[in-house]
């Protein structure tokens, strides 16, 4: 670049800096002057698609577990305490996980409060009820409100013959869950796709989010939401990256 410049004149000083440098100090001092939020936003789950949908909808901290969502209680408070925040609220995103949040609540000076939720689609339903510009206890109450304007649906493949409560599944059978309990088998991932949709009480349902894992590829889950949509006409349907390694699909229906 001097050397081009050099045809058009003589060049008595020069002066050359990092830009890439700069513009991370940039980031960093201005990261640092940031006020702490009045409530932070903790969220757990499984798969970078998900880590990345919980982060744009405002979550300040986000602990993917890889494939199992079983994070430490340590975990938990590190993750809290990451942000600095006095209040921090907290979204399981799995009943199993409820447990080591109240336990890490009672070991960290944060004040952190437990929003219920018991699977992804409910932590984003609750995500979508805050906001900064109401009062604390407001927001809270919002989040917990919209836990309810969800089902998930959850599509896997048996890893072994079993029976849960009447029904028996042989290993490798598609089987689908709504809201962690009841089942549906089938031959089809399509199949089970379809029967339990019509399971969540379809009447009520307006928008279907298909998070596709990392064990599916995009096209078939693009062939899928094509079916799906020609099948149910009426209903909005979303094809989002969710990158969790046991279920096929993760499916919200609000």
Known sequence: TLDYCSRFGETEQFHVDDI????????SQGLRRQDPPRLGLLAICVGSGFTDVLKDLGCHSVINCGDLMNPSTQEI????E???AKRVAVLPNNSNVIPAVLQAASMTEVDL???????IPQGISALLGYSPEISVEATLASMKENINNVKTLE???????TRIDSTYIEQGQI??????????KGETILEVLKRGILECNLP?????????????????AQ??????QRTFPNLELELVYGGQSHYNYIVSLE
Not at 77 to 80: K, R
Not at 204 to 220: A, F, I, P, Q, R
């Open 82 to 84: 990451s942000i600095g």
């Open 113 to 119: 409060i437990c929003i219920p939720t018991k699977s």
């Open 223 to 228: 062939e899928t939401s094509d079916l799906l």
């Open 77 to 80: 408070i590190s993750g809290v």
């Open 175 to 184: 089987i689908g869950r709504i809201e962690g309990s009841m089942v549906i």
């Open 155 to 161: 599509i896997t493949r048996a890893a072994k013959s």
């Open 204 to 220: 009520l349902v307006s928008l279907v989010t298909l998070y596709w894992g990392h064990t599916t590829n995009k096209d078939e």
């Open 20 to 27: 890439d440098s700069q513009h991370k100090q940039f980031k």
